[in-house]
Antibody, heavy 120, light 110 residues
Framework: QVLLHQSGPGLVKPSQTLSLTCVIS??????????WNWIRQSPSRGLEWLGR?????????ESAVSMKSRVSVKPDTPKNQFSLQVNSVTPEDTAVYYC??????????WGQGILVTVSS | QSVLTQPPSASGTPGRRVTISCSGS????????VNWFRQFPGTAPKLLIY???QRPSGVPDRFSGSKSGTSASLAISGLQSEDEADYYC???????????FGGGTKLTVL
C-alpha cells in the first residue's frame, strides 16, 4: 500500500513562491518504474497536471508547458519525498494540490490534497 | 477548457446501466491508454479503470471501460446510490508532454 502525504502552507501571498512537499510511504522516490507527480484542482481550471519527477538511471523532471516554466518538481532521496515549487503565484493558482504516483500507465495513488489559497 | 471532453452531467436509476463518454484527439486518447477516476466531494480522485479497461484490485466489475479511436467510455452497471459522484477521464498527451484530464461528469442516481 502506497501512502502519499502532502504538507505546506495553506496561504501564499501574490508574487511569492508556493512550496509543497509530498512524503512517500510504501514505495521509493527512486523507483525505476514509477513517476511522482503534482496535480491541482480548482473550480475554474478543473484537474490540471503540473509536473513530475522520476528516476530511470538518472533523474528527470518535467513540467506542464501551460505553467510557462514557473513549476519545479524535485526529488529528495534521503527523505523519500518530492517537492513542488510554483513561482510568481497569482490568485489563479488557488487550488487543491495533490501529489500522485503514476505507474503502469495509471495515476494509481493520490495524496489527500491540500488547499492553497493565494491572497494578500 | 479541459483537453478531454466529457458531458457535464449524467443520470440513471438504481439497478440500471449508465455510460460516460470522453473525447480527445490523436495526440492523447488516440495514442495512449485512458484512466477513469471517481471523486466524492472533499476527497481525492480514486482510480477506477486504467489501460482503457483494466480494473485495479478492489474495484467492482460493475465498472468497465472501453476505447475506440480518439474516444473512451466508462460504463457503470447495476447503478447504486453510492455511485453518485464526479467521474473524470485522463490520459497522456504526446503533444503537450503531460497528463490531461476531462472536465468531469457529475453522476446523479435518481
Amino acid at each position: 500500500q502506497v501512502l502519499l502525504h502532502q504538507s505546506g502552507p495553506g496561504l501564499v501571498k501574490p508574487s511569492q513562491t508556493l512550496s509543497l512537499t509530498c512524503v512517500i510511504s510504501g514505495d521509493s522516490v527512486s523507483s525505476d518504474s514509477a513517476a511522482w507527480n503534482w496535480i491541482r484542482q480548482s473550480p475554474s481550471r478543473g484537474l490540471e497536471w503540473l509536473g513530475r519527477t522520476y528516476y530511470r538511471s538518472k533523474w528527470y523532471s518535467e513540467s506542464a508547458v501551460s505553467m510557462k516554466s514557473r513549476v519545479s518538481v524535485k526529488p529528495d532521496t534521503p527523505k523519500n519525498q518530492f517537492s513542488l515549487q510554483v513561482n510568481s503565484v497569482t490568485p489563479e493558482d488557488t487550488a487543491v494540490y495533490y501529489c500522485a504516483r503514476t505507474y503502469d500507465s495509471s495515476v494509481d495513488y493520490w495524496g489527500q490534497g491540500i488547499l492553497v489559497t493565494v491572497s494578500s | 477548457q479541459s483537453v478531454l471532453t466529457q458531458p457535464p452531467s449524467a443520470s440513471g436509476t438504481p439497478g440500471r446501466r449508465v455510460t460516460i463518454s470522453c473525447s480527445g484527439s490523436s495526440s492523447n486518447i488516440g495514442r495512449d491508454s485512458v484512466n477513469w477516476f471517481r471523486q466524492f466531494p472533499g476527497t481525492a480522485p480514486k482510480l477506477l479503470i486504467y489501460r482503457n479497461s483494466q480494473r485495479p484490485s478492489g474495484v467492482p466489475d460493475r465498472f468497465s471501460g472501453s476505447k475506440s479511436g480518439t474516444s473512451a467510455s466508462l460504463a457503470i452497471s447495476g447503478l447504486q446510490s453510492e455511485d453518485e459522484a464526479d467521474y473524470y477521464c485522463a490520459t497522456w498527451d504526446g503533444s503537450l508532454n503531460g497528463w490531461v484530464f476531462g472536465g468531469g461528469t457529475k453522476l446523479t442516481v435518481l
